[in-house]
């Protein structure tokens, strides 16, 4: 009888109401994804599935919140900084590694290098020849210490050895204001966002920060072909759930997701911000989200930042 109860029980997930817990605000790139996400797994599995909002800290609030929920799949978190968080916030209410189950890589999307319109530098290499030539601390500013996009520029100056000092501010916007008042030299912003402004002339990008070019920016270079021939970096979203999920939830989870990235209206919405699916089993996803928590570890104590 055994043999047929674990199959039963398979089918009957979901039988009730999922929640993806959004960590960011309605509007932002990771609710974009988890709301898109969840109405295609709401016709796949026959059931509502709703993305809940909870903002603050960085992620902090939402992976906390649904750290604590119950392990029956009923609550799953989407995340974009999940490994970044760990290395830039001490005293965490949860360990990452030990109370979240790691279920799927969804996206990934490369980010943009960009400077003002009305500046001479044009290239990358005019940007590090004259970041290397100044005698002055030159300024890099990004949406928020502990983003992506501060990450993304702390491993370009290390990988291009040059010094410059970060100034965060609350959102792409307010950078970008930066850069056009010559505040601060560049910033790293995801292309979606880059795209929707160079196209109404607000800056200049340079470059992307994947090693290959972006299909949205198709006549933009990477950072990769500039010179710095070992530079990749891309911001992307997994999804979890709270540590100690059903073996057979787990299993419909991986192919269910990883279904539903392939239908035809979330393709067109990653075509149109630039991003690409991921796909990997969960114990895949588990090895590289290990991977990138230390690799994160290490560019943070390498630009030395300090935890906040």
């Known amino acids: 009888m055994c043999c047929f109860v674990a199959p039963a029980i398979s089918q009957d997930y979901p039988s009730k109401l999922v929640q993806i817990i959004i960590p960011f605000s309605a509007g932002s790139a990771t609710d974009t994804i988890a709301r898109a996400l969840a109405t295609e797994l709401s016709k ?34 989407i995340h974009g900084a999940f490994t970044i968080n760990p ?98 030299i560049f910033c790293f912003l995801p292309v979606a966002f880059a795209k929707k402004i160079v196209d109404k002339n607000k ?39 709270p540590s100690g999920i059903p073996v057979h939830v787990l299993a419909k989870l991986e192919t269910d997701i990883e279904f539903v990235l392939a239908t035809t209206d979330l393709q067109q919405l990653f075509n149109q911000i630039g991003a690409e699916p991921m796909s990997m089993t969960s114990s895949e996803f588990t090895k590289f989200v290990s991977g990138e928590m230390e690799s994160m570890k290490r560019l943070v104590k390498e630009a030395g930042i300090e935890p906040e």
């Open 203 to 241: 800056v200049r990008v340079l470059a992307v920060t994947s090693r290959q070019r972006a299909n949205i920016l198709p006549d933009v270079p990477s950072i990769a072909e500039t010179g710095l021939s070992d530079f990749d970096f891309n911001l992307w979203w997994g999804m979890w759930s």
């Open 44 to 77: 796949h599995w026959a059931q509502p599935v709703k993305g809940v909002n909870i903002p603050g800290k960085g992620g902090i609030v939402a992976a906390a919140k649904a750290a604590q929920a119950e392990a029956d799949g009923y609550t799953l978190f």
């Open 87 to 184: 290395s830039i916030h001490s005293g965490l209410s949860y360990n990452p590694s030990k109370d979240f189950t790691n279920i799927a890589p969804l996206v990934r999307q490369p980010l943009a290098l960009l400077v003002s319109p009305s500046s001479n530098i044009k290239t990358v290499s005019a940007l590090l020849a004259f970041a290397k030539d100044e005698s002055r601390v030159l300024k890099f500013g990004s949406p928020g210490t502990g983003s992506s996009a501060h990450l993304a520029a702390e491993k370009f100056c290390l990988d291009a050895n040059i010094k410059m000092k970060h100034v965060p501010f609350t959102g792409g916007p307010e950078a970008i204001k930066a850069i056009n008042n010559g505040d601060v």
